[in-house]
């Protein structure tokens, strides 16, 4: 740990240069615009092709708003808003007032020119006609002021999650430890890291471009696994200056022990992330740098700026003490400490590990067994907060107007321009014998061609809801049967493919279970690898590995009971879709793997000290949890609570986020870590070390330390 051990040398040095990082980074957040993701960063399989052709072709349909009026004198008012839209800057084309069936609304659609980006204008518009008719109901909604009230609203969430994270993960610190100083440490490394990732992404954007969701995401990892490195490190220094050693001696003492368990626990995290890369989907990719950056910042911080902040307050980092939380510190870490967690849970398990780890089995078996069930889809319109005002007009008008309502698809087909009165007649005989079957609908627009006359393109609804059973089946017909058919007499230098909503959300679901056993894969050998280099021991590895398992199959079925089957959706505030959004299962498995390997590495860490100083495994495994009893307790608590914030969102993204990982910490720290570990490592016994026993350091003299269920 020379890093380590020059920051405790060079303390200034290193706490300025940490403050001149988080600057420059700042510096970028402002000066350099985040690229965000766009429609064509989506494009996969023959939905993505048929997209491109679309655009290439200029048919993509222009963005429009709708705005419903509602109520006595609803038509009048109709009539005003579409003369003074029509003036407004950046409006193409504005419809006529169209009366629902049962006559009690009228839509006007508003079509915008080609580049406009904003809706604002328009939306101005209708504010002000709404305000001048306070009997009328006027509301607006579109993709473009749909997604601006999103983007919104995700703002709110996060300011939302920040303000409440962070006294929240203060209180805990000071519970922790009991001083002002040492519980502000953590927050502010934690803090920093965050600040330093959220810049340094803004120009990394313009090589991966930044997701909706990478900045929540940062937040989320960045909190809890910079508290989590500094409490490791934290308390490890602060136990052996208990001890008698100078602050010197004890800062590195920290980065030997501590400090090397971060190294490790980072790079599993890192290791975990990468393995999103794998999927190659745009927002894996973000989520998959914002995640990585951040706890490398958060790694180099634990290991560079914290020992120089320890160097330079010495023993005043415990100052000024919180009397009563002072108190209730040294009462919590009694309780922990040997004549707690030993005594009341470790002891039973050590004395009894085939029982112990049988019951622990079950209930985590019981816990995985409905993700069997589990069903994904990605975001729609129930997904949607129905607090956004948007969502509930757009709800309002498909419940008015439902002729639009179902999934739907897209048939496009390429040609010579020769050929055109061919291809057309050859897509509107797809549509009769599409209807025929009786899985399609004909829409009204027809077959619409660009105008250079070499593309062309007839859109097929669907009597379906698009999250129903039946769509991906209609989709597969539609590309392996009708549309073939249909196309068969066309020239062979004619291209065709099928895209739309329908074939978009199957083809992200075929990439996404076509690449899940490589993601599965490559995050647990990699992670394997990392515990069997680690620890030079191939049982160590596998265990670890059988346990992330564990894990994930108990978080996938907290999230299928929550969220599918709608467990507690009231007590959290929502309506269950019956799904769970696609890309989460995904993230909340490369998250807890990583995550997870935070407390793990640093128990086993402890363990493997006391087995290198002597003593037997059995021996080794209550003493080592029980010296990581408190700190596991604490980092858990800290990862528990900033991602149960989440789970108050109005986002249901968000809300699943925090359900999942906040569930699945609680389990893996406590039944996982604490019950089913040492159940496996005591019927390993030294088995457990091969082919490397861990060897006493030189030089050490070994002092036998009580067995950890002994009364203190």
Excluded: C
């Excluded at 498909?398 to 087909?413: Q, W």
């Excluded at 230098?493 to 690449?515: K, N």
Aim: charged content about 15%; proline content about 5%.
């Amino acid at each position: 740990m020379r890093a380590a051990r020059w920051s405790a040398e060079h303390p200034w040095r290193a706490i300025l240069a940490w403050i001149a990082l988080v600057a420059v980074a700042v510096g970028l957040a402002v000066a350099v615009p985040t690229t965000e993701t766009t429609d064509a960063d989506y494009r996969i399989g023959e939905s993505g092709r048929a997209d491109a052709l679309v655009a290439r072709a200029g048919l993509t349909q222009p963005d429009t708003e709708n705005v419903l009026i509602e109520g006595a004198g609803a038509r009048g008012v109709a009539s005003e808003l579409v003369r003074r839209v029509q003036d407004v800057p950046g409006v193409a084309a504005v419809s006529g007032p169209q009366a629902s069936r049962d006559g009690s609304a009228l839509l006007v659609s508003v079509e915008l020119a080609t580049g406009v980006a904003d809706a604002g204008a328009v939306q101005a518009v209708t504010d002000q006609v709404a305000a001048d008719h306070p009997d009328v109901r006027v509301r607006e909604a579109g993709d473009l002021s749909v997604d601006a009230a999103i983007n919104d609203q995700v703002s709110k969430d996060l300011g939302s999650a920040e303000t409440i994270s962070l006294p929240v993960t203060l209180l805990l610190m000071l519970l922790a430890f009991g001083a002002l100083i040492a519980a502000g440490i953590p927050v502010l490394l934690a803090a920093s890291s965050v600040a330093v990732t959220l810049g340094l992404m803004a120009p990394l954007s313009h090589l991966v471009p930044a997701d909706l969701t990478v900045s929540s995401m940062i937040v989320l990892i960045g909190m809890a696994v910079g508290v989590d490195y500094s409490l490791f490190y934290l308390k490890r220094e602060r136990e052996e200056r208990a001890k008698g050693r100078g602050t010197l001696d004890a800062v590195e003492i920290a980065a030997r022990t501590s400090g090397h368990s971060i190294l490790v626990s980072g790079g599993a995290v890192i290791a975990s992330m990468a393995g999103l890369f794998v999927v190659g989907n745009a927002t894996f990719d973000s989520l998959a740098v914002g995640s990585i950056l951040v706890v490398a910042v958060a790694v180099l911080g634990s290991i560079t700026v914290l020992p120089a902040l320890l160097v330079k307050l010495g023993r005043w980092a415990d100052r000024p003490r919180v009397p009563l939380l002072w108190r209730l510190n040294r009462r919590l870490e009694r309780r922990l400490g040997r004549g707690g967690i030993s005594r009341r849970l470790l002891s039973p398990v050590v004395r009894h590990p085939r029982t112990a780890l049988l019951l622990s089995g079950l209930v985590v078996v019981g816990l995985a067994l409905p993700a069997l069930g589990m069903k994904t889809h990605s975001a729609t319109l129930d997904t949607l907060p129905t607090s956004i005002p948007q969502v509930q007009t757009v709800k309002a008008i498909s419940a008015a107007f439902p002729a639009d309502e179902g999934a739907n698809a897209t048939v496009v087909v390429t040609a010579d321009p020769a050929d055109r009165a061919e291809v057309v007649t050859a897509l509107r005989r797809l549509t009769t014998e599409a209807v025929a079957t009786g899985t399609f609908v004909a829409s009204g627009a027809g077959v619409q061609t660009s105008e250079d006359g070499t593309t062309s393109l007839v859109v097929l609804g669907m009597p379906y809801d698009e999250t129903d059973d039946r769509v991906p089946a209609a989709v597969h017909q539609l590309r392996d049967e009708l549309v073939p058919a249909a196309t068969a007499g066309l020239p062979t230098d004619s291209e065709h493919a099928v895209g739309g909503g329908a074939a978009e959300e199957v083809d992200f679901l075929q990439q996404q279970q076509g690449r899940l056993a490589l993601v599965i894969g490559f995050v647990l050998l990699l992670t394997m690898l990392i515990m069997a280099v680690t620890f030079r021991s191939v049982p160590l590895a596998i265990t670890s590995t059988v346990l992330n398992l564990a894990s994930v199959g108990a978080a996938f079925g907290v999230l299928t009971l929550v969220f599918q089957h709608g467990w507690f959706s009231s007590e959290l505030g929502f309506t269950s879709p019956g799904f769970v959004i696609d890309w989460l299962p995904l993230f909340v498995l490369v998250v807890l793997v990583g995550l997870s390997m935070d407390y793990h590495v640093f128990v086993l860490s402890r363990v493997r000290e006391h087995v290198g100083r002597g003593l037997p495994t059995r021996l080794a495994v209550e003493q080592g949890i029980a010296d990581t009893a408190g700190v596991v307790a604490s980092a858990a608590t800290v990862m528990v609570s900033v991602f149960a914030i989440f789970a108050t969102l109005s986002m249901i993204e968000m809300k699943m986020m925090g359900v999942g990982l906040s569930a699945a910490i609680l389990l893996d720290a406590t039944l996982v870590r604490l019950v089913m570990l040492p159940a496996i490592l005591v019927l390993l016994g030294d088995r457990v070390w091969w082919p490397v026993r861990p060897a006493r350091p030189r030089g050490e003299v070994v002092h036998e330390p009580e067995p950890a269920y002994a009364d203190a």
